[in-house]
């Protein structure tokens, strides 16, 4: 945090810097579960602190909220969160046992981002702070940056559906440059390494998950329908419990990665969580989580 103090102090702007660092905002995923990073890059704008930034690292629902940070609408787009008509429309259970995607990401990038909400498409792909939203390839198993795939508006409507393809849930994989992705939670939900190898030095990491919070399996039902429609995700569903977990425990042990996480007391958010009070409680808490840390 003391780097993008300074940062700030200076005035300091992407491709005019003189600290030699290279600093990502990275953004962890979890469906409802983002409401919480959403209240964080929230703050971020309030601060006027995303020029502090050289690139922002999202997965699934953190990188939509990173997108909002970029778009320059955090603090107006954020509000669909508490929403009840777009989050009843958004992620609906019931939908499932009529053979139907119980998370509409469509009608979320296609129709709430550009015309109940309006998101700044442009703005994203002409911010200096680069974006780089993931995604899990269906085929392979393998995190990847979509950001080389994104030259266009509708390129990057593709791309926070493809990060947010939940498999199985969100329906059919979104193809992208040839390739066929899902959501970035599969691979890479803690999108930290995929920073770290394109050379970061430093990272904010904004966490959906309180610090008492260990990383859950998934349910017994999943682990029997994603690998038999995706073959391609076997291995590396079978391995993601356990990698979550010792993400966790790396990311305590490093210096150049700072963790802002909800406070001990946040409720219980879930991954299909609709209820317009939590998830508004939800959003307040990560806006202050990220004012106290910056306090500190």
């Known amino acids: 945090m003391r780097l993008i103090s300074r940062r700030h102090a200076d005035g300091s702007r992407p491709g005019f810097r003189s600290d030699g660092h290279r600093i990502a905002l990275a953004i962890e995923g979890g469906s409802?579960?983002?409401?919480?990073?959403?209240?964080?890059?929230m703050a971020l704008e309030e601060l006027g602190l995303t020029r502090c930034f050289d690139a922002v690292y999202g997965s699934s629902a953190g990188a939509l909220n990173g997108a909002w940070l970029l778009?320059?609408?955090?603090?107006?787009?954020?509000?669909?969160?508490?929403?009840?008509?777009?989050?009843r429309r958004v992620v609906n259970p019931w939908r499932f046992l009529r053979g139907r995607p119980v998370f509409d990401t469509d009608y979320l990038v296609n129709t709430v981002y550009r015309d109940v909400t309006p998101m700044d498409f442009p703005a994203i792909l002409a911010n200096p702070v680069t974006y780089h939203p993931l995604a899990t390839d269906a085929d392979?198993?393998?995190?990847?940056?979509?950001?080389?795939?994104?030259?266009?508006?509708?390129?990057?409507?593709?791309?926070?559906?493809?990060?947010?393809?939940?498999?199985?849930?969100?329906?059919?994989p979104i193809r992208l440059g040839g390739?066929?992705?899902?959501?970035?939670?599969?691979?890479?939900?803690?999108?930290?390494?995929t920073a770290l190898g394109q050379g970061a030095t430093h990272i904010l990491m904004l966490r959906t998950r309180r610090a008492t919070?260990?990383?859950?399996?998934?349910?017994?039902?999943?682990?029997?329908?994603?690998?038999?429609?995706?073959?391609?995700l076997r291995k590396v569903w079978g391995e993601q419990h356990e990698r979550d977990v010792a993400d966790e425990q790396l990311l305590t042990e490093m210096q150049s990665v700072m963790s802002v996480r909800p406070p001990s007391g946040a409720p219980n958010v879930t991954a299909m969580e609709r209820d317009p009070k939590?998830?508004?409680?939800?959003?307040?808490?990560?806006?202050?989580?990220?004012?106290?840390?910056?306090?500190a």
């Open 71 to 87: 778009s320059g609408r955090a603090l107006t787009g954020m509000r669909g969160w508490w929403d009840p008509e777009i989050m």
């Open 32 to 41: 409802s579960r983002g409401t919480y990073s959403s209240g964080m890059v």
């Open 278 to 295: 939590v998830l508004r409680r939800a959003v307040m808490l990560g806006r202050q989580a990220v004012h106290a840390a910056l306090a």
């Open 213 to 232: 919070e260990r990383p859950a399996k998934p349910p017994r039902s999943h682990d029997i329908l994603v690998p038999r429609a995706f073959p391609g």
């Open 179 to 193: 390739r066929r992705f899902v959501d970035a939670g599969v691979a890479e939900p803690l999108p930290f390494r």
């Open 140 to 172: 392979t198993g393998d995190s990847v940056d979509l950001r080389p795939y994104i030259h266009q508006v509708e390129d990057l409507q593709n791309a926070l559906r493809a990060t947010t393809c939940l498999p199985i849930l969100a329906g059919g």
